[in-house]
């Protein structure tokens, strides 16, 4: 079993700009393009914060899938290119981790899933708005240069107290 370290922190809300995707799980495998197109788009971004850092934002707001935001910070000058779409990410306390290369990324997600149940922390929920996983709200951080067949990365969970 791997062996996580977890931090708790509390992190500024955030503007970002990028693809949106929205689908079944049946039709996740179009997922990876998305996420490959917006790397290459990040150019046509001028104000945009850390370009080395592209963000996964994902949503499970669907019984049969989940919104999927490929994106990258940007300042409050960016227009929003055509064909992509802006995010406002609140600040919010997030569970983190490391998702290692050569792990498997669903361990490491039963992983944090297991942790939380004995932290004392419980998933953050937006008001009115029903969830279908047990971490519905899933946001990670990869390095643009990460090996795209087995990636690392930072997972941030939203959680409250």
């Known amino acids: ?75 409050n000058n960016q227009f929003v290119p055509k064909g992509m779409a802006e995010i406002f990410v609140p600040e919010l306390t997030y569970l983190t981790t490391q998702h290692v290369k050569g792990q498997n990324i669903g361990q490491t997600y039963m992983n944090i899933q297991q942790w939380l149940k004995e932290s004392g922390y419980r998933i953050y929920k937006e008001d009115g708005i029903d969830y279908y996983d047990d971490l519905p709200i899933k946001h990670e951080k990869y390095p643009v240069s990460r090996d795209l067949t087995d990636p690392h990365f930072e997972i941030l969970i939203p959680i409250v107290k």
């Open 1 to 75: 079993m791997e062996s996580l370290q977890y931090e708790i922190v509390r992190l500024p809300a955030y503007r970002a700009i990028g693809l949106k995707w929205d689908g079944s799980y049946s039709e996740v495998g179009q997922l990876k393009e998305v996420i490959k197109e917006m790397a290459e788009r990040v150019h046509e971004l001028e104000d945009v914060i850390s370009p080395e850092i592209q963000l996964g934002l994902s949503y499970h707001h669907r019984p049969d899938g989940f919104t999927h935001y490929s994106v990258f910070k940007a300042g």
